[in-house]
């Protein structure tokens, strides 16, 4: 008995009722990495649930979506399916003309030994990545530390960096901290390279740049570089174009995708999947992966986490919550002017032009980080989906990883300077509540260090250098 439900497309907002219960597709476990002779991607204008039916039968990849309110899809399909396309009329343009080529030619710059080349010369491997995350720790002694989230489904470590100055925080036992992670989705490699790449231009910077300074100096970044990493793992061995995690769901079936299995919004229909063959399939609860577990119960544990981006490809980007649904968020003008500082300081540093927006520019997607962030935490919190726009999609050259680095390092700068610190009581509100918390933390701290003047005693005068930092966290 066929179940009517609602499928998913990886496309702008479009739903259509299907019919279930088409045999899955059985996962291939590969010898070798996939190959994908003679496919294409295509972007398709569908002027209906036909079209959309016919380009679905045709693809079993639905490649991210644009940003076009127009409502385009890509699809990656075999090239001798455009004769079909062409025959119902379906409006389509080919943006990658093979999808193979753009496979080789990564696969022999990947043949190159790691060591001999400068690390952003070209994407790593999970075991690259965690090397890379060591050397860091080894050349930035005092800022940097690498600390473990948890293990993934097949066991593996979950690593992540904290990342700060020595500089002692004000008024408390930790800095306020900005959450940075990528790499939900396994082929969205783009994503490692650009975080480790905005990562080590701050520490670079800090003795030249007086904003990676204060950056470093106030805040602690905590950089989750490969938050799926059997997804990542599979996506160097087997198949180049996987996305979700690697949990058996079935016989036939693996993988729950990350960016759905978090717990607010979880579950609609209208921005993900309960059919595990999906590429957006939820999972059979909230929370059900350990990898989702391991980043929200780390953000848990923190007492302030004030910033996050959960950092995608491609499209080039900043949706801004909510993901699962349409309505305003809470504090929407102050989200709004990060959002598009953001944006607006990728262009000035890259040229590059990202749109920012709600899901009314791409999709809804629900039970994802950025919701759980914002709506569990009450911090500002966006997904970015970085380069390119269509051209190579998840299979960007090696020449794009430093300028998507680039446009990553200019994003979480100009977040970081336009964060409103002052809503202390996390309503979304600045008034005199927030100033009243502030102060009460001067209990906890004069029982420290309260010596701010550096003159001896702790005393009144403290209290007033105290208070008067409270100045620097008003909202712009
Ligand atoms: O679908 C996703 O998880 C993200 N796009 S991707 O192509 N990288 O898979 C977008 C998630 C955020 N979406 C909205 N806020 N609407
Ligand atoms: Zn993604």
């Not at 607010?264 to 590429?279: F, H, Q």
């Amino acid at each position: 008995m066929q179940e009517s439900h609602a499928r998913w497309t990886c496309g702008a907002a479009l739903w259509i009722a299907t019919a279930a219960g088409a045999p899955a597709a059985p996962i291939p476990e590969f010898a070798e990495l996939a190959r994908f002779d003679g496919d294409v991607v295509v972007r398709v204008q569908p002027r209906g649930e036909a079209d959309l039916r016919l380009i679905e039968q045709l693809s079993d990849d639905p490649w991210t979506c644009s940003p076009s309110a127009a409502g385009s899809v890509d699809y990656r399909i075999a090239r001798d399916q455009i004769a079909t396309l062409v025959l119902h009329g379906v409006p389509f343009r080919v943006v990658i003309e093979n999808v193979q080529t753009l496979l080789d030619a990564e696969l022999a710059s990947r043949q190159q030994p790691f060591d001999d080349r400068a690390y952003f010369d070209n994407y790593a491997d999970y075991n690259g990545v965690s090397n890379y995350v060591n050397s860091l720790v080894a050349a930035y002694p005092g800022f940097v530390t690498r600390i473990s989230l948890g293990s993934s489904v097949d066991g593996r470590d979950i690593f992540a960096m904290r990342v700060t100055s020595p500089v002692p925080p004000i008024g408390g036992v930790r800095k306020p901290v900005v959450v940075l992670n990528s790499l939900q989705h396994a082929r969205e490699w783009i994503t490692v390279t650009s975080n480790l790449y905005m990562t080590t231009a701050l520490l670079n910077g800090y003795a030249s740049d007086p904003t990676a300074k204060s950056i470093l100096d106030e805040y602690e970044l905590v950089i989750v570089p490969i938050s799926n990493p059997d997804g990542y793992v599979h996506t160097w061995t087997n198949n180049r174009l996987w996305r979700k995690n690697r949990r058996v769901t079935s016989a036939t079936t693996r993988g729950i995708d990350l960016n759905r299995n978090w717990s607010v919004g979880w579950g609609l229909s209208s921005g993900s999947s309960g059919s595990l063959s999906s590429d957006v399939y939820r999972g059979p609860s909230p929370f059900s992966e350990p990898e989702t577990q391991a980043l929200s119960n780390y953000m848990l544990g923190v007492p302030k986490v004030v910033a996050h981006i959960d950092i995608h490809s491609y499209s080039q980007l900043i949706l801004r919550t909510w993901g699962y649904q349409y309505a305003n968020p809470p504090g929407l003008a102050s989200i709004n002017r990060i959002g598009n500082a953001m944006k607006n300081s990728i262009a000035a540093a890259t040229g590059a032009t990202y749109t920012y927006g709600g899901s009314e520019i791409l999709y809804l997607a629900s039970g994802t980080a950025p919701d759980w962030v914002f709506g569990t935490l009450g911090a500002f919190s966006v997904t970015a989906e970085l380069r390119d726009t269509g051209a190579n999609g998840f299979v960007l050259p090696t020449s794009f990883i430093i300028p998507t680095g680039e446009d990553v390092l200019a994003m979480v700068k100009s977040m970081i300077q336009k964060l409103c610190r002052a809503d202390f009581t996390k309503d979304n509100i600045v008034d005199d509540a927030d100033f009243v918390q502030f102060a009460a933390s001067y209990d906890s701290f004069i029982t420290n260090s309260g010596d701010l003047t550096g003159d001896g005693t702790t005393d009144d005068a403290d209290f007033v250098l105290f208070a008067g930092a409270y100045d620097q966290f008003l909202c712009p």
